[in-house]
T-cell receptor, first 115, second 116 residues
């Protein structure tokens, strides 16, 4: 089954404790992206990747890191989480290189709470 | 900068009646437009998209959307609502010139409640 998977689905952590949320897709997509969803704000892009070893900032990158060492994986790293990073996080992927009009496929989401 | 507005936080409709979920957008150039649906504890599911061509776009589960360039709108419609359509709906836009970042700008979402 073609899908985007994320782990963990739920995470409660404390301020300053480094964490990684994994994202993997099995559709051989070149493009991958991370979003956060907050009430009343919709989804906002954190980082994106056009292909292996090619990543760039989205609208709200502060406090996050990413890496793209393999085509299928795009982990989101929070080096020192803070309470304002409490949110619902979605990973997405899509076909195609530049100019692609393909829709993005989304993972099931990771609900993160930072206390 | 691109933006999307979904003016209704919630839309209530009786089963069997037609439904409309409104979306207006703002972009500097031409848009690519998308509708996604989110069920509880699930990720976003793609419904339909407008890229170019016919202004009426048909998508999954009997949904369709009409692109209106003069009104900068992309309203989601369905002729006959089902209780199972109850979910959170998101409109999203992307600039056609954004060939790299391809960031979708989402609206804040509209909750659709279909009463039996």
């Amino acid at each position: 089954e073609a899908q985007v998977t994320q782990n963990p689905r739920y995470l409660i952590t404390v301020t300053g404790k480094k964490l990684t949320v994994t994202c993997s897709q099995n559709m051989n997509h070149e493009y991958m992206s991370w979003y956060r969803q907050d009430p009343g704000l919709g989804l906002r892009q954190i980082y994106y990747s056009m292909n292996v070893e090619v990543t760039d900032k989205g609208d709200v990158p502060e406090g996050y890191k990413v890496s793209r060492k393999e085509k299928r994986n795009f982990p989101l790293i929070l080096e020192s989480p803070s309470p304002n990073q409490t949110s619902l996080y979605f990973c997405a992927s899509s076909f195609g290189g530049q100019g692609s009009t393909y829709e993005q496929y989304f993972g099931p989401g990771t609900r993160l709470t930072v206390t | 900068a691109q933006s999307v507005a979904q003016p209704e936080d919630q839309v209530n409709v009786a089963e069997g009646n037609p439904l409309t979920v409104k979306c207006t957008y703002s972009v500097s150039g031409n848009p690519y437009l998308f509708w996604y649906v989110q069920y509880p504890n699930r990720g976003l599911q793609f419904l339909l998209k407008y890229i170019t061509g016919d202004n009426l776009v048909k998508g999954s589960y009997g949904f369709e959307a009409e692109f209106n360039k003069s009104q900068t709108s992309f309203h989601l419609k369905k002729p006959s609502a089902l209780v199972s359509d109850s979910a959170l709906y998101f409109c999203a836009v992307r600039e056609t010139w954004d060939t790299g970042r391809r960031a979708l700008t989402f609206g804040s979402g509209t909750r659709l409640q279909v009463q039996p």
